[in-house]
C-alpha cells in the first residue's frame, strides 16, 4: 500500500522561549480513520515530544480535548482526519481563552463563571435525610434534561463573538448551566439565580449570533436556553413592575 | 519561579469574515441599517404630508429617483433575510411542552409565517380600502 500523508499545521506556543505563537507543520501517515487527537498523539510519540494538548476520554465524554480545527471549535477525538483529507488540517488552541502552551488555554475564567450560576439544587426548605429522595416524573425532567448534558469542553465560548468582545458576559455554557437548574421541579433557587440572568452581562449579553449551539458536541443549545432565560426575564421584569419586593 | 505566560490573542477586526455562519449574522444585524432608513424616509413622508400636497407630492417624485428605488430594494431583500432567519430561530425562544411532548419547531415556524401572511394581508385591506 502506499502510504499516503497529511500535514498537520499547529499553532505552537511556548510561554518560556515564544515571544509569541507561531505555526508548525507536521506530516502524519493518512488513515480515514484517526481521529485528530489521535494524530496528536502520533506527532508527540513520533515526531515531536514538546507538543502539548489535552485530552482524556477519548470519546467525546470528559470535554478536555477542544480546539480549533480549521478555525471551528470541536473535541479533537470527535473529528477524523477522513473530514479533511486530502486537504491539511490547521489546530489551534480554543479561541477567545489565552493559551497557556501549544493547544491548552487557560479556562478559569470558563469555570469560573460555572460556578457563579449556583449550580446546584436550592430546595424551599431542606429536607431530612429520612424522608428519602425528592421525587421527580420523567416529564418533569424532560423540561432540564437536554440543558444538563453539557461536558464543559468550552466549544460554546469559543464560538461566542459576544465573549470574544466582553469577558464579562456570562456566557452560554454557563447559562445553560443556569436553566438547567430553574427548570428543575426539585429547585427553588430560581429568584436568586433571576439576579444573575437579568444583567447585562447575564443574558441581555447574549445577540442571538447562535453559533454555541451548532459547535456544541452534545446538542446542549446553549442558544435556546438563553432565549429561554430572555422570556423569563422580561416575565420577571414586568411582574417588578407591578409587584416590587 | 514560575514560567507561566499565557498568550492573549487578539480580536482580527475582520473576524466575520472568517466564518460563513458569523458573516450571515453580521447581515441579519446589519439589515437595522437599511430598516432605520427606510423608516426615516417614510416618517419624513409623514412629516412633508403635514406641510401640505405639494410637500407631499415632491416627496412622492423623490421617491421615483433610481437611487430611492435600488435603496428600497436593498431595504425589501434584507427585511426578507431577516424575517426568514429570524422565524427559523424563533423556536429556541419558545418552549411549549403539549401533553408531555415539546412542540416540533416547525410547528412553530409555520405559526409565524402564518402570522406574517395574515397581518400582511390585513394591512394590504386597510391600505386598499
Ligand atoms: S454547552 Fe456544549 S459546547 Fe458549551 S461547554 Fe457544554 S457541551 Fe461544550
Ligand atoms: S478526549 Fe475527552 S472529550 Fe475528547
Known amino acids: 500500500m502506499n502510504a499516503s500523508t497529511i500535514t498537520i499545521d499547529i499553532l505552537r506556543y511556548r510561554p518560556e522561549m515564544d515571544e509569541k505563537p507561531f505555526t508548525q507543520s507536521y506530516e502524519v501517515p493518512y488513515s480515514a480513520d484517526l481521529s485528530v487527537l489521535e494524530s496528536l498523539q502520533y506527532i508527540k510519540d513520533h515526531l515531536d515530544s514538546t507538543v502539548s494538548f489535552r485530552w482524556s476520554c477519548r470519546m467525546a465524554i470528559c470535554g478536555s480535548c477542544g480546539m480549533m480545527v480549521n478555525g471551528v471549535p470541536k473535541l479533537g477525538c470527535k473529528v477524523f482526519l477522513r473530514d479533511y483529507y486530502p486537504k491539511k488540517v490547521t489546530l489551534a488552541p480554543l479561541a477567545n481563552f489565552p493559551i497557556e502552551r501549544d493547544l491548552v488555554v487557560v479556562m478559569d475564567d470558563f469555570i469560573d463563571k460555572l460556578e457563579s450560576v449556583k449550580p446546584y439544587l436550592i430546595p424551599e426548605k431542606e429536607k431530612d435525610l429520612a424522608t428519602g429522595p425528592h421525587q421527580q416524573t420523567p416529564l418533569q425532567m424532560e423540561k432540564f434534561k437536554q440543558f444538563s448534558m453539557c461536558i464543559n469542553c468550552g466549544l460554546c465560548y469559543a464560538a461566542c463573538p459576544q465573549y470574544a468582545l466582553d469577558k464579562k458576559f456570562t456566557g452560554p455554557a454557563a447559562l445553560a448551566l443556569l436553566a438547567r437548574y430553574n427548570r428543575d421541579s426539585r429547585d427553588n433557587g430560581e429568584a436568586e439565580r433571576m439576579k444573575i440572568v437579568n444583567q447585562e452581562e447575564g443574558v441581555w449579553g447574549c445577540t442571538f449570533v447562535g453559533y454555541c449551539s451548532v459547535v456544541c458536541p452534545k446538542d446542549v443549545d446553549p442558544a435556546a436556553a438563553i432565549q429561554l432565560l430572555k422570556v423569563d426575564s422580561s416575565k420577571d421584569y414586568l411582574i417588578g413592575m407591578f409587584k416590587p419586593d | ?129
Not at chain 2, 413622508?45 to 423623490?62: C, H, I
Not at chain 2, 426578507?80 to 429556541?92: D, G, N
Open chain 2, 1 to 129: 519561579m514560575s514560567k507561566r505566560k499565557p498568550y492573549v490573542r487578539e480580536l482580527p477586526i475582520d473576524w466575520w469574515l472568517k466564518n460563513a455562519f458569523y458573516t450571515k449574522y453580521m447581515i441579519r444585524e446589519g439589515s437595522s441599517l437599511f430598516i432605520t432608513l427606510y423608516s426615516l424616509i417614510l416618517a419624513w413622508g409623514v412629516f412633508r404630508l403635514s406641510q401640505g400636497e405639494a410637500a407631499f407630492n415632491a416627496w412622492m417624485a423623490a421617491l421615483h429617483h433610481p437611487f430611492s428605488i435600488i435603496l428600497h430594494l436593498i431595504a425589501l431583500a434584507l427585511a426578507l433575510y431577516h424575517t426568514v432567519t429570524w422565524f427559523s430561530l424563533a423556536p429556541k425562544a419558545i418552549a411549549l411542552w403539549i401533553k408531555g411532548k415539546r412542540l416540533p419547531d416547525k410547528f412553530i415556524i409555520a405559526g409565524h409565517y402564518g402570522a406574517f401572511v395574515v397581518v400582511s394581508i390585513f394591512c394590504l385591506i386597510i391600505i386598499t380600502l
